[in-house]
């Protein structure tokens, strides 16, 4: 998983809205890198994790990227346990 951007993190921590993390869990067989250019997608159904929300009332900029840590630890966990299986 790559680097979070920082624009809905900011949005939501501004608006203070909660932020809800959601995990694919098998994407990566719907959606195979052949190459840089080339990437394979295939029909099938896709297991999703809807966590609960993430509040962000009483947030400020400072707090974003401790945020944004918590949010990718959410999302991560599943994906660990599903590579440990």
């Known amino acids: 998983m790559g ?3 920082q624009g809905a993190f900011q949005i ?16 990566f067989k719907r ?6 250019f080339k990437a394979k997608a295939s029909p099938g159904i896709s297991k999703v994790i809807v966590h ?20 990718r630890k959410i999302i ?3 994906l660990f346990e599903t590579t440990r299986e």
């Open 3 to 5: 680097p979070f951007k």
């Open 31 to 36: 959606l195979e890198r052949k190459s840089f």
């Open 52 to 71: 609960d929300p993430v509040s962000t009332a009483g947030l400020t900029k400072k707090d974003m990227e401790a945020l944004q840590i918590k949010v």
């Open 76 to 78: 991560e966990a599943p």
């Open 12 to 27: 939501a921590i501004q608006k203070q809205i909660p932020i809800v993390p959601v995990t694919f869990l098998t994407n």
